[in-house]
T-cell receptor, first 117, second 114 residues
Framework: AQSVTQLDSQVPVFEEAPVELRCNYS??????LFWYVQYPNQGLQLLLK??????LVESINGFEAEFNKSQTSFHLRKPSVHISDTAEYFC???????????????FGQGTILTVHP | DAMVIQNPRYQVTQFGKPVTLSCSQT?????MYWYQQKSSQAPKLLFH???????NEADTPDNFQSRRPNTSFCFLDIRSPGLGDAAMYLC?????????????FGDGTRLSIL
């Protein structure tokens, strides 16, 4: 079984400050990792994903996440946040056990990022 | 733009009165998912279709059923809604069911029970 822990339920920051949203996972097999963002009253949007290759992945709007296998973490960072980044962020994992694995996503509990002016 | 569309965005029904939520997609994806998301919680997978094959999660209540008449449409039927079924219901699609495929979500239907 796989599980995801997002260590902070809420993260308040001021505009232009850096932010880190923490995500740790547990799995007995290899995983693929995702970050989704959910704005109020909307569905989830894929922010970035780690499938293989470079452990540092970036999104088009300045977020980045680094896969750390030894620490089983996939923390999300942004060096300077904007008011428009205010949203809920979900970390998710799916197992890969070789061959064709069913891509069931397991989500963390979410972190609400609030950016203050 | 290719997308996942859920109708209605807001649905109010009475306790015990059947309700149907709909989802359509223009992505031509093989897999469609239904999630339940309660306030301040992670989305919880209810079931999914891979093409016409239905896959129910073990802990999904019998009260919840789904239909997929064609590739583009998928419906969530709640036979006898209880107060605990008030939630946001999210539809998602993916190209196939491999683990590396990201899911594409609609904006959800918020269901209220009177």
């Amino acid at each position: 079984a796989q599980s995801v822990t997002q260590l902070d339920s809420q993260v308040p920051v001021f505009e232009e400050a850096p932010v880190e949203l923490r995500c740790n996972y547990s799995s007995s097999v290899s995983v693929y990792l995702f970050w989704y963002v959910q704005y109020p009253n909307q569905g989830l949007q894929l922010l970035l994903k780690y499938l293989s290759g470079s452990t540092l992945v970036e999104s088009i709007n300045g977020f980045e996440a680094e896969f750390n296998k030894s620490q089983t973490s996939f923390h999300l960072r942004k060096p300077s946040v904007h008011i428009s980044d205010t949203a809920e962020y979900f970390c998710a994992v799916s197992n890969y056990a070789g061959g064709t694995s069913y891509g069931k996503l397991t989500f963390g509990q979410g972190t609400i990022l609030t950016v203050h002016p | 733009d290719a997308m996942v569309i859920q109708n209605p965005r807001y649905q109010v029904t009475q306790f015990g009165k059947p309700v149907t939520l709909s989802c359509s997609q223009t992505l031509n994806h093989n897999v469609m998912y239904w999630y339940q998301q309660k306030s301040s919680q992670a989305p919880k997978l209810l079931f999914h279709y891979y093409d016409k094959d239905f896959n129910n999660e073990a802990d999904t209540p019998d009260n919840f059923q789904s239909r997929r008449p064609n590739t583009s449409f998928c419906f969530l039927d709640i036979r006898s809604p209880g107060l605990g079924d008030a939630a946001m219901y999210l539809c998602a699609t993916s190209r196939d069911n491999r683990s590396n495929q990201p899911q594409h979500f609609g904006d959800g239907t918020r269901l209220s029970i009177l």
